[in-house]
T-cell receptor, first 113, second 113 residues
Framework: ETGVTQTPRHLVMGMTNKKSLKCEQH?????MYWYKQSAKKPLELMFV???????ENNSVPSRFSPECPNSSHLFLHLHTLQPEDSALYLC????????????FGAGTRLSVL | DQQVKQNSPSLSVQEGRISILNCDYT??????FLWYKKYPAEGPTFLIS?????DKNEDGRFTVFLNKSAKHLSLHIVPSQPGDSAVYFC????????????FGSGTRLLVRP
């Protein structure tokens, strides 16, 4: 148990669906992150929030929409995804940004049909 | 172009022997390096880190070595145990200026009993 909880663990969705991924951290951290891990590729940073403010958007398509209502919760809203978006989506948190150790959730395995 | 490379996708080692996992980087601005371990169906967990002001950091059976001139770091596990079987990721960042951890693609370690 890392203190970072992601739901759901698995998600299958069609290209016309809208779904959301949820992440919650119980570590008192101020920064939260979304990563994507595709097969045989490195983890790719998608978004960074620090004190609820988005500080990084790594050229992510607009069909991925993050939301950070408070420092403990992070959402990733998904709509009109493509099959190539199928991947493991990982959430992480850290005390602050700027090189701190990041603690990861177990991820959501997403399949887009 | 990958800034952090793990050129060995897999490594198999006998229990009790040394495991050496390697990582190369290209960005000379990186000054903080981390190793994460990932079991199936779990998120990456932090293992050990090293700052560029050091060339070695040790924590129990795990030692990370940094060779800045060669832009190379390695993780040594001695003695290796079957429970160490996992995927190991190295990551790098520029402390105090970036929220980004740049990850390698991982090395799958199998420790044979």
């Amino acid at each position: 148990e890392t203190g970072v909880t992601q739901t759901p663990r698995h998600l299958v969705m069609g290209m016309t669906n809208k779904k959301s991924l949820k992440c919650e951290q119980h570590l008192g951290h101020n920064a939260m992150y979304w990563y994507k891990q595709s097969a045989k590729k490195p983890l790719e940073l998608m978004f960074v929030y620090n004190f609820k403010e988005q500080t990084e958007n790594n050229s992510v398509p607009s069909r991925f929409s993050p939301e950070c209502p408070n420092s403990s919760h992070l959402f990733l809203h998904l709509h009109t995804l493509q099959p190539e978006d199928s991947a493991l989506y990982l959430c992480a948190s850290s005390q602050s940004g700027q090189g701190d150790i990041q603690y990861f959730g177990a991820g959501t395995r997403l399949s887009v049909l | 172009d990958q800034q952090v490379k793990q050129n060995s996708p897999s490594l198999s080692v006998q229990e009790g022997r040394i495991s050496i996992l390697n990582c190369d980087y290209t960005n000379s601005m990186f000054d903080y390096f981390l190793w994460y371990k990932k079991y199936p169906a779990e998120g990456p967990t932090f293992l050990i880190s090293i700052s560029s002001i050091k060339d070695k950091n040790e924590d129990g059976r795990f030692t990370v070595f940094l060779n800045k001139s060669a832009k190379h770091l390695s993780l040594h596990i001695v003695p290796s145990q079957p429970g160490d079987s996992a995927v190991y990721f190295c990551a790098a960042s520029v402390m105090d200026s970036s929220y980004k951890l740049i990850f390698g693609s991982g090395t799958r370690l199998l420790v044979r009993p």
